[in-house]
């Protein structure tokens, strides 16, 4: 297919990359206003923050009633050390395989005598892990099968589209470095953004690369598609076509 430029098209192909570059720059403001609905209060104030990303895929690691207690009303049963060691445990996702070598040992010291359903039948009871878990319970986040999901849709629909803006932008007149730049970055912006989901789930410092990349995702698409509508319609045909440089 060869490339046009914008004033040798014709007035349907005009409408219909309009109309396509109208719809897709809504949808992109659809999508941001859902992110910004279903994540401004993950953790738990208002207004989209780093914490909010952090907590989507990391999880809240800290926000169990264990943790809460060790550093609160149970603080004065347990020592600093074996705080920690049950702090990393948890921030670890809590699970059973570490339980019977690390936690339990640590909880048969002092907390057992009293978290004991014989004794105080009220209370958590840490003889089992099973009884532990009651507040234990750690979020962790996305699951890794709600990512892998999450990634493929995000990878093809998004680069489908991109490609779609792409080749209508390149028919623009600009200068040519800046359109190569502006061709590659959203899709570059798009893989580092997947690769940082995977990331942020592993450690939730890379929650600001999600939301850089997302921010450099958009930008460049917004240029592409602003850059398009107005060439389409305002850039006029050369008096001499012939003076003009190729396409590039
Ligand atoms: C002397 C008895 C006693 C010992 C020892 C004890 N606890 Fe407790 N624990 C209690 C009582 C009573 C409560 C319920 C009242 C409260 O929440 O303060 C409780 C509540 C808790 C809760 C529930 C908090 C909630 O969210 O409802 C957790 C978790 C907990 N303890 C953990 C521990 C751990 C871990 C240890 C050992 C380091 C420990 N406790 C040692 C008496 C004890």
């Known amino acids: 297919m060869s490339i046009h430029r914008y004033y040798t098209l014709t007035l349907s192909e005009k409408l219909l990359y309009t109309s396509f570059l109208l719809l897709?720059?809504?949808?992109?403001?659809?999508?941001?206003?859902y992110l910004y609905v279903t994540h401004e209060n993950n953790d738990g104030k208002p207004g989209l923050s780093i914490s909010d990303v952090a907590s989507s895929y990391y999880g809240n690691r800290s926000g169990t009633r264990l943790e809460a207690a060790i550093r609160g009303p149970m603080a004065g049963y347990i020592d600093?050390?074996?705080?920690?060691?049950i702090v990393?445990?948890?921030?670890d996702g809590g699970e059973e395989i570490h339980y019977n070598s690390e936690i339990k040992p640590i909880l048969a010291k002092t907390c057992v005598a009293c978290h004991n359903k014989e004794v105080n039948p009220n209370l958590p009871d840490f003889t089992s892990y099973a009884g532990l878990h009651e507040v234990s319970k750690v979020d962790t986040g996305m699951s890794m099968?709600?990512?892998?999901?999450?990634?493929h849709i995000h990878l093809f629909g998004i680069s489908m589209l991109l490609f779609v803006i792409g080749f209508i932008f390149i028919q623009s007149e600009?200068?040519?470095w800046f359109k190569r730049f502006l061709v590659v970055s959203p899709m570059l912006a798009v893989f580092v953004?997947?690769?940082?989901?995977?990331l942020t789930k592993w450690d939730d410092h890379?929650?600001?690369v999600v939301i850089v990349a997302g921010g450099i995702l958009g930008f460049s698409m917004a240029l592409q598609i602003l850059i398009s509508l107005y060439q389409i319609w305002f850039l006029k045909k050369p008096d001499n076509p012939d003076l003009h440089p190729p396409l590039k």
């Open 206 to 208: 890379y929650a600001i």
């Open 80 to 85: 600093d050390q074996d705080r920690g060691r």
């Open 174 to 176: 600009v200068n040519v």
């Open 145 to 151: 099968a709600s990512l892998l999901r999450l990634s």
């Open 193 to 198: 953004d997947v690769a940082s989901w995977f």
């Open 24 to 33: 897709v720059g809504l949808g992109y403001l659809m999508a941001v206003s």
């Open 88 to 91: 990393a445990w948890l921030k």
